[in-house]
């Protein structure tokens, strides 16, 4: 079996900073990539960042320059460094590994920036 378990989310003011992190466990020793997406009310869940084992990243266009994304595979567990949040960035923030072809999600953790 194979877990995500997400924290680090919570209320911040526009302009403040925010860390996830996303620990995961199971049979699966590293995934070939890990991400970040985030869904917002009544919005289609989207790409916020992802890394690969080898350390090679993307971000989507709104975040870039203001997140950064990082991983250990040792501890398989992936980071989401948010900084200059704005309100928009409110969202369910979820957790993905990816291994030969399959994704696997956590449960996510809310984000919500106050204006």
């Known amino acids: 079996q194979v877990q995500l378990v997400e924290s680090g989310g919570g209320v911040v003011q526009a302009g403040g900073s925010l860390r996830l992190s996303c620990v995961a466990s199971?049979?699966?020793?590293?995934?070939?990539?890990m991400g970040w997406y985030r869904q917002a009310p009544g919005k289609q869940r989207e790409l916020v960042a992802h890394?690969?084992?080898?350390?090679?990243?993307n971000y989507a266009a709104s975040v870039k320059g203001r997140f950064t994304i990082s991983r250990d595979n040792v501890k398989n567990t992936v980071y989401l460094q948010m900084n200059s949040l704005k309100p928009e960035d409110t969202a369910v923030y979820y957790c993905?590994?990816?291994?030969?072809?399959?994704?696997?999600w956590g449960q996510g953790t809310q984000v919500t920036v106050s204006s």
């Open positions: 993905v590994g990816g291994y030969v072809g399959e994704n696997y």
């Open positions: 890394i690969t084992s080898g350390g090679s990243t």
């Open positions: 199971g049979t699966i020793v590293r995934f070939n990539v």
